[in-house]
């Protein structure tokens, strides 16, 4: 498949190419925050998922020492989904964490927070910073790419760190049927990433 870089604005600078291929990526110390997506989760025997946020599972363990990881010992912000977030209070103590939740409907059940949902928050929560901002992103592996795709589509220029690998082992026992093999995520995620050009070629 050709590079789409080739169909960005005559204007657009290289790094805001689209490359269906390769997840853009820069250097961890140029980020002024970090933005960590969720992949599935683990819900309790008992517990009814359309009202409580599940537990985070070992892969929204692992995507939170990535950014713990990612961040080092600088202080930018975490902008984390509920998930992540926990277990970066809990586990890491980590000062600077900026819990993302997902909405409910009035009457208390959950609304599903999608990837543009969670991108879009954060852009409103940066405010007039969102322009000059540099994301770094940290998302499972097979969702980096439009992880950070997503994020470029709602303002804030993105990357995934260099050099810091993402976590790629599903979960099998995931809330989420979609997040419990490749086989089953790979086609919805293909499908979100053609839905996304769009928005990243005007």
Do not use: C
Not at 100 to 114: A, E, F, H, M
Request: charged share 20%; proline share 8%; net charge positive.
């Amino acid at each position: 498949m050709a590079s789409l870089v080739a169909f960005a604005p005559a204007h657009a600078s290289p790094q805001r190419g689209v490359d269906p291929v390769h997840t853009p990526t820069r250097a961890a110390g140029d980020f002024s925050l970090l933005i960590a997506y969720s992949f599935g989760n683990r819900i309790a025997p008992g517990v009814d998922p359309t009202r409580t946020v599940g537990e985070p599972g070992p892969v929204n363990e692992a995507l939170a020492e990535t950014a713990i990881r990612t961040r080092g010992n600088r202080a930018i912000p975490i902008y984390a989904q509920t998930e992540i977030a926990r277990v970066l209070h809990a586990k890491f103590h980590a000062a600077g964490v900026v819990e993302i939740p997902p909405n409910r409907k009035p009457d208390g059940t959950l609304v599903y927070l999608s990837t543009d949902g969670v991108a879009a928050k954060v852009a409103q929560l940066r405010g007039p910073s969102a322009r000059v901002d540099v994301a770094g992103i940290v998302a499972f592996s097979d969702h980096l790419w439009r992880a950070v795709y997503t994020t470029r589509a709602n303002g804030l220029d993105a990357y995934a760190p260099a050099g810091i690998a993402m976590p790629s082992t599903y979960d099998g026992l995931s809330g989420q049927d979609w997040t419990r093999s490749r086989t089953a995520y790979l086609p919805r995620d293909y499908a979100a990433r053609l839905a996304l050009l769009p928005r990243l070629l005007r």
